[in-house]
């Protein structure tokens, strides 16, 4: 994984509530087993219609709104505990996911997948709604080391929780397994001097 830096990005709106995994990635895209063209089919029924053709009245069909961070309703990836809907999230390009809430699941595969996962008040979350609508260049700052977001069009900052370990993750650029590797002398140094009773 790449190693998570601030971000400073233009933004996309998606204020719709309890948006599960099946909207993010509809289930018949479940069959692939690499992330490869994932992004391509992120929100595929909202985003297209029968034929395969682009609504123009979604979000992500509209040149206005572009940006490395979503900024989506309360209530994000309910559901099924599919790590595709993170996949697909990763591939369009987006390095964050703002929300007021998100299901625990999608919470920690988007971790897991390097996608940082950002719960804002639903008072800031309406901020940035209203700010975007006013002025679809508007950009929000998240910064990981420091834990705070900031609407850089209000000047409104707000910090997010995040575990401890998987924020070093995110910072280092690993994950788990690269983790695990990375302290492999350590490891190695506690089994020799551990004692084992029989």
């Known amino acids: 994984m ?3 830096k601030t971000i400073q990005s233009t933004f996309v709106p998606l204020p719709i509530e309890n ?3 099946d909207q993010i990635i509809p289930a018949r895209f479940l069959k692939a087993t690499t992330r490869e063209g994932f992004g391509d089919n992120l929100f595929a029924d ?5 034929e395969g053709n682009p609504k123009k009245d979604f979000v992500l069909n509209d040149p206005t709104y572009k940006g490395e961070v979503l900024v989506a309703g309360k209530n994000f990836g309910s559901g099924s ?14 390095k964050a996911v703002v929300s007021s809430f998100f299901a625990d ?11 940082l996962p950002v719960v804002v008040s639903e008072e800031f979350l309406s901020g940035l709604f ?7 260049d508007s950009k929000v700052t998240v910064n990981l080391e420091k834990q705070t977001i900031t609407n850089n069009e209000t000047g409104e900052s707000e910090t997010f929780e995040i575990n401890a370990y998987k924020k070093e993750c995110l910072l280092q650029g690993l994950d788990d397994i690269d983790f695990l590797l ?6 190695e140094a506690f089994e020799k001097q551990r004692v084992y009773s029989y």
């Open 2 to 4: 790449e190693k998570f």
């Open 19 to 21: 948006v599960d995994t």
């Open 46 to 50: 909202w985003r297209y219609d029968k």
């Open 81 to 94: 505990s599919r790590e595709h809907a993170a996949w697909a999230i990763g591939g369009y390009g987006f």
């Open 105 to 115: 699941i999608f919470r920690n595969n988007a971790l897991n997948n390097g996608i």
């Open 130 to 136: 209203a700010s975007v609508k006013n002025n679809p």
């Open 182 to 187: 990375s302290n492999k002398d350590k490891i």
